[in-house]
Structures are given as C-alpha cells and as structure tokens.
C-alpha cells in the first residue's frame, strides 16, 4: 500500500481466482505439518470447527487466500485450541490488492497457532515500509517503529525479556539500506529472533524506487535510464554477517514458507529469512522466473537437509566441479542422483557455494548446455552457537553469584567514605 | 588563597602553618604525568580532612600528546575549603607544573601571588622548545609575581628509588607521588588515604606498590626538611551536614542513581549505549554493577542503543541510554518513537562543546534547545538537568521515576564538568529514597465500546484493553508488558487514536493527540515546587537583578551572589516563575552556549532576559558572573 496512493478499487473476490499465481491461494491451511504440533496444550489441529462466516463479512479488499481459512479449532485435551483467527486483529489489511504480503501474513497467522508459545508471548517489531505495517494486522504484542531499526529494538527487547517470542518484519530497503547496520549487528550477535525480510526489490511505501537489492540497469520513478548500483544479494549479507540461520523462501509457495519459518522459530539464534514477495503495483513479475510454475522448476532449487541437491522435477542436479557448482542432467546417462551435492545445511562452505547464486550466476560448462545455476530456496545454513541473551544472562547470573546480589546501601558506601558527626 | 589572621605555629617549629578559609591547587602536566591520579588522590585526601571540594579534571582530546606540547597538558583543579564550596575555584593558589608547557598553558589561573611548584628537571631546552617557548620562564621575568618553588622531582625520585631494581621508565612514572606527597604536606592533609590506595592498586605488584609509597612519603617529608617553604596551610573541617560521606564523580553519581531507580522500581536496568567521551565512563561504571542484575548493551552506535533501550522498555524494563552531543542528534528519531508509543525512556546527554564533534572534553551547556526541542513535530518531553556533581544521583533517579510516572521519554542534561568534577555526596539510606512503584497493566481497562460493535476486535461489553486509556491525574497510558495474557495491543509511530491506539490520520484526533501530550508534559510542572531565590542568606526576594541559571552554572552563581551581596526539572518550568521574575528589575542569564536559557525565557515570558554566554569550554567562575553582574546594575 504505497503512501497516499489510492489503491482502493474493489479487489478481487475469490473468482479472480485464475489470476493468481499458484499456491497462493486459501487452500493448502490444512498442511501436514500441524500432524507435527508440539505436544503442548494447543492443539490446532482438527476439524474446522469455526463457522464461515468470514467469507461474508471480511472486507472485500482482501484478496483471495487471505480471508479466513478455517484453522482447526478443535482441541484434544479440552483447552480452547488458538486458530488462524485469535492472531487477526482487529485492522483492515490496507495492503494493494493481489500483494504478496497478504500471502506472507496468512502464512503467520497459520503457523502461530500450531507453536509452543502462548499467544502472549509473541511480539512482531517492525520498521517502515509496506511490510512494516504488519505488526497492525496480527492481535499479539507488537510494535511498528521507525525505518531501519526494528532489529535494534528487537535486540533490547529480547535480551531483556528472553522469555518472549521476537519477530522482526522488514523490507529489503528497511532492511539493506538505512538498517543494514542493525541488521548485521543483530545476526553477528545472534539474539534468539525471527527476522522475515520482505524482499520485493523495490521501496514500496515511497511508490517504487529502486532498492538495494533492485538489479543493475532497473528502470525505476528515480532511476528512469536504469539503475547504476549494484545490487546487494541478501543471503550473502546474512552469511557474511554470520546468521547462523539463514533461509529462503517466496510468497508463492505457502507450503514452503509456513515450514521454513517454523525451522526459523525452532532455531535458537537470530534466524534470517529472505521471502521473495512480489509488489504487483511497482515490480510485478521480479521473482516469477522462480515462483511461476512454468519456470519454477527449472529456475529454483530446494534444498531438503541430507537430500541430494536436485531440481527440475528431478531431472537436474547440482554437482561440485572444483571449487564451482555445476548443473548436471540426469537423464543423458551420464550422471545419477549419487553425483549430486547431498545438501548439508551445517556446512559453510557449501553455503557459501549455495550464498553466491545470484543475478549474476555463472553459466554452467557442464553437460546440461549453458543454463544457469537454479536459485536455492529453503534453510542455506544453519549452526548451534550460545544466543546473545543468554551468554547476558548467563554472565549476570555467575557475576551475581560470584559477588552476592548487590545491595544498594553497601553500593553507596563502596570505596572511601568518611563520617560527619 | 584567602589569607586570614590566624597563624599556627607547626609542629616542627620550623615551618609556620597557616590557617586559610579556601585554597584551590592545580596539578598540571603531560599527560602521561598522572596528573588526574594525582588530582583525585589529593582530593581523597581532602575529603578526610572533611573539607567541602569540588574538583575540575581538564585532559587533552588526545590519548597520548606528544609529551612537554601544550596540546598535550593534562589538569586536574581541587578547590577546598571550610565554607560552602560550589564552584572548582576562580583562581588557584598552588599550580604543580610537570614541564614549561603546564606553566605556560595554566599560569593564567594563579593567583597573583600564588605559589608555583615547578619540576626544574624538565626546565631544559629541549622543554622549551616542546613548549614553544623562546625562554626559560624560570628567568625571564614570567613568573615574577609569583613565589616560585623550584624541586628537582625527577632527580629526587631518582634518588629515593635508587636501590630498587625498578626500570628508569618505572621510576620516572612514580614522580607524581612525590608532587602529591609535597601538596599534601603543603596543605596539611593525611597521607593516609593515598597510601592506602597506593596499597590496593599495586596489591600484585609489591616492587611497585612500596616504590610509590617511599617516592610519596619522600616528597611529604621535602616539604618538612627543604628550607624552600616558609609556610604551610590548612584548611579546617567544613560544617557539613552530618552523615556518611564519600567523594562522587557525577559520572558515578548519574550511574549509582540508575541503579538506584531499578533496585527501588523492581524494574530491571537495560542499558544501551555506544562510546563517547564522555559519557562513556556511566558505561564503565554500570558494567561493573551486574550483580544489581544491570544489562549493559554497548549497541553498534547511538541509534540502536536508544533503539534497545526503547525495545527493553516496551518489554516492561527501565530502558536506560546515554551519550554526548552528537549521538543525542542520532537519538532524535527514536526518541520521538518513545514521544509517540508513549513508553518510559531516559536518556542521559553529558554535554561537551559542539557543534558537530567540537570540544570533545571541554564543557558546554549547547545541547539546551536539542533536549527541549529537537524533533520533528511537536514532541515534548520533560528535561531535568542536575546542578553538581552529587546531584547527579537525584537527578538521574528523578528522570526514571517521571519517565514511569508519565510514561514519556526524559532527557536528563548533564555536561563535561559535572560528569568529570567530582564532591563529597552525602550518602543516602536506599530506605530513605523517594518511593518508586511501577503499576503495570494486568486486566482489560474496558467493556468494548458502546459506539461501536468493537474495540480492538472486543464486542460491545466484553472486557477489551485499551492502550491509549489514560490516567486522569497523570495522562499517562497504561504500560502492559508483552507476555500479560488479553493485553496483546501495538504501538507505533503513527498517529494513534485516544484510547484504542489504532492507527488513525483523523484530523481532529490528531489536534487532540498533540494536544494531550503537550498537556501531560506539563502536568510534570505540578509536582515541583516553585523554585527558591537565593540571595545569600539575606531573605531578598525582590530587587534590582536576577539571575537565572540552570544546571552546572548554579554554583558558580551562587558563589557570585555570596560574593555580590534557583533547582529540580529544568523543563516544564516550575510554576511561579513569573511571580519571581516580575519582582526583579534586571535578568542576566548566564550559560555555557550562545544564549539558549535566555530566548526560551524571553519566549515564556515576555521580558528582558540578558543573555551571557561562555563557551570556552570551562565553566564559568564566579568572578566572571560578578563582574557581569556588577556592570548591568551600576
Ligand atoms: C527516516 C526515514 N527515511 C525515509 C522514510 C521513507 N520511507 C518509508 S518506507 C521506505 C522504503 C521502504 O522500502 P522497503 O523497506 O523495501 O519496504 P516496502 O515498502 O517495499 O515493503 C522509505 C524510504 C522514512 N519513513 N523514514
Ligand atoms: S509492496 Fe507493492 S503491492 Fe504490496 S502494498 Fe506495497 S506497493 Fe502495494
Ligand atoms: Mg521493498
């Protein structure tokens, strides 16, 4: 929803349907994961106990697959199970109709229910930007702060309530450009957090300039003979700030981006997802070569930790010639999925290797012609290492038991003191 | 150097003792000299003699000048006395010079007459020229009007220290002990406290630790047997008021009263910050509290430390920052966030001289309109600026207890001179401080809204939480921590609507936003009491002058006023000002910027407010204000 825009026309409804790219609609809410639900007390799953009314009373803005979906309301063990719904506020979602936010929020709300937290203990922080409205339309805490500095907040807020679920929502400009120092100093510092970075390559608020991850030569309304700066791959600056979670997902793929962003929520450390979200009003089409059916096959790569590395429904894979990835056929007889990488999401120089994949990815000179290496989606990387709260806490603690907890009159009185009578 | 009457004979018979109502001492020298060791040592000294104090340290930018430069002097100014001392001194009875370059760069402030202790052994060419000098100032008339006391420091450490196996590098560094130990005899205060010090840094160390006490003891006993001193002083125990003392750095003091506010609050204390001189030495300190349970964060710079301050205060804590000028300026955005969101957040500024990088370690009061007025909007906030270096602790306790209160971000004022200036400060029982209770939101403060079918997606009469509801008395929101089941809500930099808090750009809610909050700012105003005038004990409270100060000046005013013949939140303004302010005939309003006090109060009220500016870096002296003062009323 760019700033003072009016995108207020009636949406479409559910009929539109066809125009819309596949898995973004309502329909995979059921997904298998929700078999996975932690034991706690919050069951979602089970059978869509909530009425549907939601379909005639939801703002008609709303774009397919963002109404409420029937998110099981069941409960085994009689506690009121929390739904899709319990995350909704009470706002109208403002975003343009048809804009991969709607997919991105949807995906949360889902999610949410089936986590190990009360609903209470979550928080989403946010910056500025079309994704940093966010925090409005999801009923927990949260707050919508300034541009660039969600993770800086989010970074006091965790280290000094560890016991909360932080979120932080961001754009690739909100992020990249005018946060990219909190953003690496959140990550090398690792706080126990979950950072969806909403990367359209495009500013959207501010109704579409380039950004920091636009491609070189953009036509853009500030770069109207192209962009001459070269853009900032994500991933690389997440790995090269050492996440040690570092993920990527699209808009496109609910599935997809529901399970990546429950490992990030399993992760104990600062996790960072790129989502590739499409802006339809200002960059239509960025990531389509990836998201659209008729390209996704051959363009992304999915990697499954201990999987071998293949793609284009298993016709391709990823091999490792020297210290460069190659793209190998496998029908031609020459090779097998036993020649693929097997992907080892533990592995830095793999993720490396998997991190350099960009715009500018190399052609392959391997037996599959010239074709160029698919993008990766999924967790790139991931390592177990002492959060930032912790270690904080850990050290107040052996300090408080070391020196005794302070008290405040023997502090006043510490060093040289002198009495007046 | 006040001279009275009263000459006691000393103990030795040899020397006269001297009794003085006040003496001011500066040691001065390269920086590598210890001289601010040796400046705080004597004023630990000092304390125990229980003298008032208040003390100037004064250090290059540089961490290490090139040595014998003028660039490169370090200072440290003890004013001390058996009366009320407020201010680091006008002029200095005794300067301790290192090298020609301390001589030239202080001589300025001794008194016509004042004594000059000078290490001759770096009286050399080579000094000279290092210092920039075409001559020796020992014998070139320069220090004619002053009693010159020529000490071989460098040669008599040398001797003193002659049989031990310590390097020449160590001996040489230990020649500060023996200008202190010569001072110290000088005013006839105890050693006592040094060498115990001397003992507890040098406890792993014992070649060291007994080298400096010999080398102090030797310059206190010079004093006794050189016939170069024909008298000695002291200064006698000043009334204070009784109680357990101790000598506090403001910098301390600012720290001590943030731990202090978390203790008594039951909030924790987070602590973002990111280096600056120089503020940096509230970090230092408050890293060594841990055990209070005092999270310190050293951020990646000044925005992300207000911006975790901020997070950790909407997670329920005491969110704490602190910096100088120019990270205050990065700070601004965030602190309008808080202005917005409405959450309590204190942010200490230890002012330096700007714009822009400007004095580093030089004092300055510049930072008054950015505190007041520095955001975008209208974002008000209160503005507390303590006046001493021990009224850093009530001060920083004061701004926590007004950012909970009325939940708003505060902006306490500090400067170079109260950070680094230290005094005795009467210990307080942590029993005896003001009450701090925080009441955080724990149930729903609605039943829905009756306009509407719902708030915050609450039906009509079922229990909801609004997070814009306020206090009648305070105007403060409800703080409710994240993790409180039912009180799930946001906050943000938008606009928001009274009571629910939704985003709103509604013109008239807008009106009445900006209005309620410039409202509850003011109703800060209601808890302080009217300032008092001081008029030197003689109960004037009317007359020809006024003069308006605020923060570190107030010392140097009253000392002006005592000579010649107002305290608590600088912003809202106290009430009864106007009352006070039409009373008087003249205003003179000194300050150390370009006259920032004087247009907010020709602003607020109307009148003729004479600004007097002073941004040299030093603070003012009360002689400065006299004399001022002197020439508006004659
Ligand atoms: C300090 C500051 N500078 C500039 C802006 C204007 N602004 C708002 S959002 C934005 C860019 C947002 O781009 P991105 O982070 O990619 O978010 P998107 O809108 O694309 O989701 C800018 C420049 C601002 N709000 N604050
Ligand atoms: S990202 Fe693009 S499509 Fe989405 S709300 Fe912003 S401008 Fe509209
Ligand atoms: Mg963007």
């Known amino acids: 929803m760019p700033e003072d825009e009016s995108q207020n026309e009636t949406p479409p409804d559910g009929t539109k349907k066809p125009t819309l790219p596949p898995g973004y609609g309502d329909d995979g809410d059921e997904s298998s994961s929700e078999e996975d639900t932690p034991s706690g007390t919050k069951k979602p799953a089970g059978p869509p106990a909530s009425s549907g009314d939601d379909a005639g009373t939801k703002k008609p803005t709303l774009p397919p697959g963002f109404g409420d979906g029937a998110g099981g309301d069941g409960s085994a063990d009689g506690e009121p199970a929390l739904s899709r719904k319990d995350f909704q506020s009470d706002q109208d979602v403002r975003w343009c109709p048809g804009c991969g936010d709607y997919a991105i929020l949807s995906a949360v709300q889902r999610l949410l229910p089936e986590l190990d937290a009360e609903k209470a203990e979550h928080v989403f922080v946010s910056g500025i930007g079309c994704a940093g409205r966010f925090p409005y339309y999801m009923d927990t805490y949260g707050m919508h702060s300034i541009h660039g500095r969600a993770p800086a907040i989010a970074t006091g807020l965790k280290a000094s309530r560890p016991e909360l679920q932080v979120w932080i929502v961001t754009g690739d400009g909100d992020a990249l450009s005018i946060g990219g120092n909190h953003l690496i100093h959140a990550l090398r510092r690792n706080v126990d957090l979950q950072l969806l970075l909403f990367n359209n390559e495009i500013y959207g608020l501010t109704k579409g300039q380039y950004s920091p991850t636009s491609e070189r030569g953009k036509v853009t309304k500030s770069s109207p003979y192209g962009s001459i700066d070269a853009p900032l791959n994500p991933v690389r600056v997440a790995l090269g700030a050492d996440a040690s979670f570092v993920a990527r997902t699209m808009d496109r793929d609910p599935q997809h981006m529901k399970a990546v962003m429950e490992q990030s929520y399993d992760h104990d450390g600062a996790a960072f997802v790129e989502i590739y979200q499409n802006c339809n009003i200002f960059n239509d089409g960025a990531f389509f070569e990836f998201t659209e059916k008729e390209t996704k096959p051959e363009r992304a790569l999915f990697l499954d930790d201990g999987a071998p590395m293949t793609f284009a429904e298993g016709k391709k894979g990823l091999r490792l010639d020297g210290l460069s990835l190659e793209v190998i056929d496998l029908e031609n007889g020459r090779f097998s999925t036993s020649d693929c990488l097997v992907h080892d999401a533990s592995d830095e120089m793999l993720a490396e290797l998997l991190g350099r994949i960009f715009w500018d990815e190399p052609a392959s000179n391997g037996s599959a012609g010239d074709q160029k290496l698919p993008r990766p989606f999924g967790v790139i990387y991931q390592e177990q290492r002492p959060t930032y709260e912790e270690l904080l806490h850990t050290q107040i603690d052996g300090i408080t038991e070391k020196k005794g907890a302070g008290d405040l009159d023997a502090l006043f009185r510490s060093g040289e003191t002198w009495t007046v009578e | ?634």
């Not at chain 2, 987070?270 to 408050?286: K, N, Q, V, W």
């Open chain 2, 1 to 634: 150097m006040n001279q009275t009457d009263a000459e006691v004979p000393s103990a030795n018979g040899q020397t006269d003792t001297e009794a003085l109502p006040e003496a001011t001492v500066l040691f001065a020298g390269d920086s590598g000299d210890g001289m601010q060791l040796t400046g705080s040592q004597f004023t630990l000294a000092t304390a125990h003699a229980q003298s008032d104090l208040s003390t100037l340290p004064d250090y290059p930018a540089e961490i290490r000048a090139p040595a014998g430069t003028t660039y490169g002097i370090s200072g440290f100014q003890v004013h001390f006395g058996s009366g009320n001392v407020r201010t680091p001194g006008d002029s200095v009875d005794l300067l301790v010079a290192m090298n020609p370059a301390a001589v030239k760069v202080h001589l300025g402030r001794v008194e016509r007459g004042g004594t000059v202790v000078v290490n001759t052994n770096a009286f050399n060419d080579r000094g000279f020229k290092l210092a920039d000098l075409d001559a020796n100032p020992l014998d070139d008339g320069t220090l004619d009007d002053y009693r010159v006391v020529e000490v071989e420091l460098s040669k008599l450490t040398r001797e003193a220290l002659s049989d031990t196996d310590l390097s020449t590098k160590e001996v040489d560094r230990s020649k500060n002990m023996f200008a202190l130990g010569l001072a110290l005899w000088l005013f006839s205060r105890p050693m006592a406290p040094a060498l115990e010090w001397i003992g507890k840094k040098f406890e792993d160390k014992p070649a060291l630790r007994d080298a400096n006490r010999h080398v102090l003891k030797k310059g206190y006993h010079y004093g006794e047997t050189t016939e170069q001193f024909v008298t000695r002083y002291d200064v006698a125990p000043a009334d204070l008021e009784e109680g357990t003392y101790r000598a506090v750095r403001g910098a301390e003091a600012l720290a001590l009263g943030l731990v202090a506010a978390s203790e008594k609050s039951g909030l924790g204390l987070f602590y973002g910050s990111y280096p600056i001189t120089p503020a940096s030495d509230i970090l230092h300190e408050l890293s060594r509290h841990k055990n209070f349970g005092v999270m310190t964060f050293q951020a990646e710079d000044e925005i992300a430390a207000a911006g975790s301050a901020l997070g950790a205060s909407f997670g329920g804590q005491l969110g704490v920052c602190a910096t100088s000028g120019p990270g205050l300026a990065l700070k601004t955005e965030t602190i309008g966030l808080a202005t917005m969101t409405e959450l309590p957040m204190v942010i200490l500024d230890v002012q330096r001289g700007g714009p822009s990088t400007g004095l580093p370690t030089k004092t300055e009061q510049g930072d008054l309109f950015q505190a007041i007025y520095g955001r975008n909007g209208d974002a008000p906030l209160p503005v507390v600026a303590p006046d001493g270096p021990a009224d850093c602790f009530r001060a920083a306790y004061d701004a926590c207890r007004l950012a909970c209160t009325y939940m708003t971000p505060v902006i306490l004022l500090a400067d170079v001179y109260l950070a680094n200036g230290s005094e005795p400060w009467r210990i307080p029982d942590a029993a005896d401080l003001p009450p701090f209770e925080v009441n955080f939101a724990t149930e729903p403060n609605a039943n829905g809204d009756p306009e509407s079918t719902h708030v915050n997606g609450k039906k009509n009469g079922e229990a909801s939480f609004l997070p814009y509801r306020r206090d009648e008395e305070t105007l403060a929101r409800p703080w409710a921590k994240p993790g409180t089941e039912g009180l799930e809500h946001r906050v943000g930099g938008l606009e928001k609507e009274a009571e629910t808090g939704d985003v709103s750009y509604d013109p008239a809610n807008h009106q009445h936003m900006t209005d309620v909050r410039a409202e509850k700012i003011q109703c800060v105003a209601r808890d302080l009491d009217p300032p008092a005038v001081y008029s030197a004990g003689t109960g004037a409270d009317e007359g020809d002058l006024l003069i308006t100060a605020w923060g570190s000046t107030r010392g140097a005013v009253e000392t002006a006023v005592d000579r010649l013949q107002g305290r608590g939140t600088l912003w809202p303004l106290p009430p009864g000002l106007e009352a006070i302010f039409d009373r008087f005939e003249h205003h003179l309003v000194p300050e150390q910027n370009n006259g920032q006090l004087a247009r907010l109060l020709r602003d607020e009220f109307l009148l003729d407010f004479r600004p007097y500016g002073k941004v040299q870096g030093q603070p003012f002296t009360p002689g400065e204000i006299v004399e001022k003062a002197e020439a508006m009323i004659s």
